[in-house]
């Protein structure tokens, strides 16, 4: 069993639709981590949280450290957000601990 | 202000050849991170730096990778006799200290071993 699972693994959402990626995990953690790769392009860290919700436009990201559980959410999705969303969990000496990622497409 | 640079962008090498990848961080950041990731794969950690010294060597995957950094700056990943399974992205990180900092990513080097 992978340490970090996402789900779904691909999504497929008309332009303006709220989504939502899910993250679970089975290691203990420092903080876990959103990240955004687009396609040919490098990563972008969105979030790095260790409780409660961050919001930043339109993504808020939410954690229970008790359910081992993070979301990320997308609101009024726009064909711009399509992409990987990865999520990563920090290890005891720092080094992130990757999900498979999720691939996102948003259709105008 | 620089992000984490990486040279090359791209490499084409002959199988059995050595590889180096250089890895530029973040003025001030003291942890430097590799990682590497497969064509259909996830990202995968290789190894990390606490200033020069890198506490965690785990995630390298064979005695012909091998890394270090000078200066507390830059890193170098080098890949001895090259196989066709070390075709990836190599990507480096960095962040301010190790574990609780956001950690800022390089465009990687997506390297081809043919």
């Known amino acids: 069993k992978n340490e970090v699972e996402q789900s779904p693994q691909n999504l497929t959402a008309q332009e303006g639709e709220f989504i939502t990626i899910n993250c679970s995990y089975s290691?203990?953690?420092?903080?876990l981590h959103w990240l955004q790769q687009h396609p040919g392009g490098g990563i972008v860290s969105l979030f790095m949280l260790s409780s409660g919700k961050k919001k930043h436009g339109r993504l808020i990201a939410t954690i229970n450290i008790q359910e081992k559980h993070s979301s990320l959410h997308i609101t009024a999705s726009h064909p711009r957000d399509s992409a990987v969303y990865i999520c990563?969990?920090?290890?005891?000496?720092?080094?992130?601990?990757f999900g498979k990622g999720t691939k996102l497409s948003v259709k105008p | 202000g620089a992000g984490v640079s990486q040279s090359p962008s791209n490499k084409v090498t002959e199988k059995g050849k050595d590889v180096e990848l250089r890895c530029d961080p973040i003025s001030g950041h003291t942890a430097l991170y590799w990682y590497r990731q497969s064509l259909g794969q996830g990202l995968e950690f290789l190894i990390y730096f606490q200033g020069n010294s890198a506490p965690d060597k785990s995630g390298l995957p064979s005695d012909r990778f091998s890394a270090e950094r000078t200066g507390g700056s830059v890193s170098t990943l080098t890949i001895q006799r090259t196989q066709q399974e070390d075709s990836a992205v190599y990507l480096c990180a960095s962040s301010l200290v190790q574990s609780v900092y956001e950690q800022y990513f390089g465009p990687g080097t997506r390297l081809t071993v043919t």
């Open positions: 990563a969990v920090g290890g005891s000496q720092g080094n992130l601990i």
């Open positions: 290691v203990g953690i420092s903080a």
